[in-house]
């Protein structure tokens, strides 16, 4: 009898650890991503660094932002090695886990593992939008790729950490591109010289109307302006919808 129950005792005890070990569900993801270094994908630097480099001993970011510290006042300016780094780390197919080089505690802290100061805060949300808009910016058809060729980073548009909703002021774009002016003269039509989308008889409108990072740009024009031709760089629509259909009549 006792020897019974003693047996009967384990078998309970084993099932009900199976199912508490079946009802914790899937393990926490980011786990593994925490562990990982450089050197669990780069034997060594050598190869990948340029000559004149000084030798790398450590094994993570860590090594790097001594020299190449983040810069928390986020200039509009492109940044080679930021950019480089996380273009190189985010190509469709070769994505790295943002903790590999990131520390996040959701809701509190986002920065760089070795930096002093955190760069912000990033929801759970935000994260995942985040994720979203560099995969974007490293591989898209869109102007925040374009912008990546150049090794511009979110800080070159943002001076925060992005959020949903999130857009950027004209003084940010008017440092690399130049001021208003310049723009205009650039732009200038030869046969229609008024039809400037740099000197718009609105007057001053923001960039982002017609140059979207994340998606197609546009021309704001063509809203009112059935019938012109306007071509935009990184955009779908170039063509008003008059002039489209007089283009399919003939």
């Known amino acids: 009898m006792t020897r019974a129950f003693f047996i009967a005792a384990i078998v309970f005890m084993f099932i009900l650890s199976f199912h508490c070990a079946a009802d914790a569900g899937p393990a926490k993801t980011g786990a593994v991503s925490k562990q990982q270094t450089c050197v669990s994908c780069h034997s060594e630097f050598s190869s990948i660094l340029p000559t004149t480099h000084p030798r790398v001993a450590g094994k993570d970011i860590k090594t790097c932002t001594p020299c190449h510290v983040p810069d928390p006042q986020n200039k509009a300016k492109p940044r080679p090695y930021s950019a480089k780094l996380h273009l190189s780390h985010m190509q469709p197919g070769n994505e790295l886990d943002c903790l590999a ?65 999130d857009s950027v002021e004209n003084d940010r774009c008017l440092i690399c591109h130049g001021d208003m002016e310049k723009l205009a003269r650039k732009t200038e039509p030869k046969n229609f010289p008024d039809r400037n989308p740099h000197k718009s008889h609105l007057g001053t409108i923001n960039c982002t109307v017609c140059h979207k990072a994340h998606e197609a740009s546009k021309t704001y024009c063509l809203e009112c302006h059935k019938n012109f031709e306007m071509k935009i760089p990184f955009g779908g629509n170039s063509t008003g919808t008059k002039a489209a259909a007089g283009k399919k009549a003939q």
């Not at 520390?103 to 994720?131: I, Y």
């Not at 974007?136 to 990546?148: C, E, F, R, T």
């Open 101 to 165: 080089c990131h520390t996040w505690k959701p809701g509190k802290a986002f920065g760089v593992k070795g930096a002093k100061k955190p760069s912000g805060v990033l929801s759970r949300e935000n994260m995942d939008q985040t994720k979203k808009i560099f995969a974007s910016w490293a591989a898209s058809k869109y102007l925040d790729a374009h912008h990546g060729k150049k090794n511009v980073t979110c800080s070159g548009c943002h001076e925060k950490l992005p959020e949903p909703g």
